[in-house]
């Protein structure tokens, strides 16, 4: 088969990309609005962007009725904020922020998980995520516009926390770590000891 995607709903493009490119890492971002109130969602538009400076990135996109969403707005409005990485131990209170709550909903209370200060900015880290990464605002680039187009949000790593048993040095324990990634639709995948291989790379 093949496909047109600008001969299709956009929604019928969306089910195919996200289908074709798995599995894809989540953002779990927490964001603080102007005025204090907090938020977390996640994303799996996501990747890492620039070693130097470090940067990673990832793609709010804009609700079926065109609005764009907190995560956005309040990035906009501060500059800053926080990319926890998703493990199998949060990925049941990390659906609980899925839901497209009112702008003054702090999902962290919704979620049950819980707000740990960070170093550099002023949204909180996700605590039982073994892995932060504290952002500011380098970017944004809009792609389209209307529902389901979508801002590509990049962030400088300013500050970064990883978990001390995970650690060798600098190397990060993949299968200690139990990462979780997006695949098409409801489906999700897990990273462990028997998924993980060695390739060594040919110089
Ligand atoms: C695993 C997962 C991945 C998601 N990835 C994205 C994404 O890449 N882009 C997006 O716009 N929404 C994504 N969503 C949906 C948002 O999390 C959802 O719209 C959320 O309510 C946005 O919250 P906010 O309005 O507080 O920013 C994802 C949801 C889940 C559960």
């Not at 131990?89 to 497209?100: G, Q």
């Not at 680039?141 to 990049?154: F, K």
Request: with cysteine; charged share 20%; hydrophobic share 45%.
């Amino acid at each position: 088969m093949q496909f047109d995607p600008s001969a299709m709903p956009w929604q019928e493009g969306y089910q195919l990309m996200t289908g074709a490119i798995v599995p894809r890492p989540i953002a779990f971002v927490s964001t603080m609005s102007e005025s204090g109130v907090l938020n977390l969602a996640a994303f799996s538009f996501f990747t890492a962007a620039s070693a130097n400076p470090l940067a990673v990135a990832f793609t709010p996109m804009r609700r079926q009725d065109g609005t764009r969403k907190d995560t956005y707005m309040n990035i906009m409005a501060t500059r800053q904020f926080v990319v926890n990485v998703v493990t199998d131990a949060i990925v049941a209170p990390m659906n609980e922020t899925s839901p497209e709550f009112a702008p003054d909903v702090d999902e962290f209370a919704v979620s049950g998980l819980t707000p740990s200060p960070s170093v550099r900015v002023k949204p909180p880290l996700v605590k039982e995520s073994p892995i932060s990464l504290e952002c500011e605002l380098l970017q944004s680039v809009d792609i389209g516009e209307g529902p389901g187009s979508a801002s590509l949000v990049v962030g400088k790593v300013v500050y970064i926390h990883v978990r001390d048993d995970l650690l060798d040095g600098l190397r990060i324990d993949t299968a200690s770590l139990r990462p979780v990634a997006r695949l098409a639709g409801h489906l999700y995948t897990k990273v462990d000891a028997d998924t993980i291989f060695e390739l060594v790379r040919k110089r």
